[in-house]
């Protein structure tokens, strides 16, 4: 007998609606999004909304998806007129103190985000940490952590009926549009003048 204690867990099958595949598909990826969001905590997102509206300057940090989704959140905040990086990009200035990082990370524990972080603590900046695993290094390395669980308690994609990292990834994009939303309620935002800061080198 085969011991697949350690196997991960398999993903629930989606079960197939009368109205098609893409229509089940659909269901289930909005179900999953909106149990992982309401599980958010409230006090941590505004945490982390304070850290932003104090911060001199923003800095995003990132790989792969999870990338994607906090590099969204920099540009939005760039079209709020704020001031905000893209860590790694070649014009990106040397970050200090006053200034903030956000580090997104599923596992916490990809290993040139969790370095990167830690350079930046160095460099007197404040660290605040998007993860689905509060005891990654990451989280534990940042002085701020917003839990976005996709996870059970042995760290297995159970939860979830997607690619190990999708939930989170889409639960982390539509989360910093949450706090953009917010962000821009606080700042009398005028849509024309975002629009203004849009780009136009495309």
Request: net charge negative; hydrophobic share 45%.
């Amino acid at each position: 007998m085969v011991d697949q204690s350690n196997e991960p867990a398999r993903p629930a099958e989606v079960p197939i609606g009368v109205d098609g595949v893409f229509a089940s598909a659909r269901r289930v990826v909005l179900r999953e999004v909106e149990a992982l969001l309401s599980r958010t905590d409230e006090e941590e997102a505004q945490a982390l909304i304070d850290a932003v509206r104090a911060a001199g300057r923003v800095f995003t940090l990132g790989a792969g998806r999870s990338k994607m989704a906090v590099d969204a959140f920099a540009m939005r905040l760039m079209h709020l007129g704020m001031t905000a990086h893209v860590a790694a990009d070649a014009t990106t200035p040397a970050i200090g103190a006053g200034d903030l990082l956000i580090a997104c990370s599923g596992s916490g524990e990809t290993p040139t985000v969790v370095e990167l972080a830690r350079t930046a603590a160095r460099a007197g900046a404040r660290v605040a940490a998007v993860t689905g695993n509060p005891d990654s290094r990451l989280a534990q390395d940042a002085g701020l952590v917003v839990r976005l669980r996709e996870y059970d308690q042995d760290y297995r994609p159970s939860a979830s009926s997607q690619f190990v990292g999708t939930l989170f990834e889409q639960g982390a994009f539509l989360f910093f549009d949450c706090l953009v939303l917010v962000l821009e309620g606080s700042r009398h935002a005028d849509a024309d003048a975002m629009f203004a800061r849009h780009a136009n080198l495309e």
